[in-house]
């Protein structure tokens, strides 16, 4: 049954998956309230052989409405479920996709085409998969129904969505700190988030829950030798935080993107391992909110004007999260920073500047620039290789900079991963810094009550 799995090069194996399993159906999806949550169930079919029925769970609360638009919420649930089936329809990229609870018009299919697309990059990368934009997929809807949008009445409160690491720690603080009524949202909650939203607050019961788990069928194949890879999670985010806005009656929805997250991971192409967290992603996604779903809904990302060092300068301001934050993807299940990964050493680089070495080390228990074993993703970060590293990092730019003020503070102190490094003309350093972290990028959704806070906080 899987001997089509062996191949002699990638795209062979890519090309004999989509002759075996030669259509993807998106089947149903239900809504169903429960006493305690909103159960939202996928059902979808490969090629008639695998069936997967994903589920995500709303936990109930207080401040969620009696009574919210159950058409609203049924036209966001189908397109959670759009974003939920690339994980599975990646398992053997068939190159027909059948949708059948709702019918698409011809600009929605392309713009979940883009998505698809786009958002697979790396996924295509890193499975050495060659194919275009045109050929990859073919989306057909079995269905007359269309879903409209529809108005709504919202509070001008503001969801956060809490991952845990530093970024989101600070649209928080820069929210509760000028006022601003939030509610943290946080996904498959773990120690580092949940932590985080307590620190600042927000017990269990004061955030929206929300668990997300994959079908173990898709992990069975996974294990068989099917196509796996990166998906474009912060879209999944995207739709599944309007939905909790929905349920809450609120109009905000404020990411904690910043604008280094539109750099390629992969230079001089569009493979981008945040595309679903660049301007770019952002602003279709607003675009298709308004023009299809509901006008109401405002999603944007606070941090959106700022780079990684202006981040972790706030950051390193607020102490009492220090102790709690996580931004290692390797330890996530820890809860701990492995100190061996691309994640650890970017944000010990990002902090390098605004905390003293004694405390780094408090926070990541080891002095990460003394273990030669991170060269190489050093040199990845410094953009001296073929890519990026495949993590949420930020630009070869900001990357150098931090290296070459660590250089300059540190002239006399031995660090062995940075030798490589330290006969760079440092001249420059002091300026280069200053120019990065008083950078202001216009290019954001901020109304004007929210970009005056980022404003203030880089400038004072």
Known sequence: MYHTLAANTHNEKFDNLRKRYAFFEFQSYTIKEESDCFRLTFNFNLANEFTFQPQSVIWKRDFFLKNPNKMLLETLAFNIGMVELISYWKAACPPLVIIKPFKLSENQILWWKKLYFNGLGEFFFINKIKTEFDEFMEIQCHTTLEFSKISISASEKVIVPVGGGKDSVVSLELLLQNGFDIIPLIVNPREASAGCA???????????????????????????????????????????????????????????????????????????????????????????????????????????????????????????????????????????????????????????????????????????????????????????????????????????????????????????????????????????????????????????????????????
């Open 198 to 460: 307590a620190i600042a607050g927000f017990p269990p019961e004061k955030c929206i829950i929300i668990d997300r788990k994959i079908d173990n069928e898709l992990i069975r194949l996974n294990g068989l030798g099917f196509l796996n890879g990166h998906t474009p999670f912060s879209a999944l985010l995207a739709f599944i935080s309007a939905f909790a806005a929905v349920l809450a009656g609120v109009k905000n929805i404020a990411l904690s993107n910043e604008s280094s997250a539109s750099e390629s991971t992969v230079p001089d192409t569009n493979v981008n391992h945040q595309y679903s967290k660049s301007i770019e992603f952002e602003e279709d996604f607003r675009n298709y909110l308004s023009r299809n779903i509901c006008e109401q809904l405002n999603y944007f990302s606070l941090l959106r004007p700022l780079n990684e060092l202006q981040i972790a300068s706030l950051f390193s301001r607020f102490e009492a999260f220090h102790p709690v934050f996580k931004s290692c993807n390797v330890g996530s299940k820890t809860d701990s920073w492995c100190c061996n990964c691309p994640k650890c050493l970017f944000t010990w680089l990002m902090l390098s500047p605004f905390l003293s070495k004694k405390k780094l080390i408090g926070i990541f228990g080891n002095n990460l620039l003394e273990n030669r074993e991170l060269q190489k993703t050093l040199d990845e970060l410094m953009g001296k290789t073929e890519a990026k590293p495949f993590e949420c990092v930020g630009t070869v730019e900001e990357v150098g900079i931090a290296v070459n003020n660590l250089l300059l503070m540190d002239r006399n102190s031995e660090t062995p991963l940075l030798e490589k490094y330290s006969n760079h003309n440092l001249a420059k350093v002091k300026n280069d810094f200053e120019a990065l972290i008083n950078q202001f990028d216009t290019k954001h959704f901020l109304e004007s009550k929210f970009e005056k806070i980022v404003r203030r906080s880089i400038y004072g």
